[in-house]
């Protein structure tokens, strides 16, 4: 899909808000796994938290290898894991 420049703005407007995505399943709201980084002698390690939504986006950085600094991206692609018991 494309947007214009109106649209865009937008969206920029809202990653600068730190706008959040909520979607619910299941009455369960959407949860995001972070990779907690590695401080000293400490590996780094994956972390599940649970809060409601997930960003819209996020601005570049130069301590963010392949963006612009400055340059506001949207996440368009998202893994959906659905767990379910087969038993009643």
């Given at each position: 899909q494309s947007y214009d420049a109106e649209q865009a703005a937008l969206f920029a407007t809202k990653i600068g808000e730190d706008y959040r995505v909520n979607w619910i399943v299941d009455n369960l709201p959407a949860a995001t796994r972070v990779v907690e980084p590695?401080?000293?002698?400490?590996?780094?390690?994956?972390?599940?938290?649970?809060?409601?939504?997930?960003p819209l986006g996020f601005r570049g950085a130069e301590s963010i290898?392949?963006?612009?600094?400055g340059v506001n991206y949207v996440y368009n692609h998202h893994r959906i894991v659905l767990k379910y018991h087969t038993e009643p």
């Open positions: 590695a401080l000293g002698s400490s590996p780094s390690r994956i972390i599940t938290i649970y809060e409601r939504g997930f290898p392949g963006t612009s600094a």
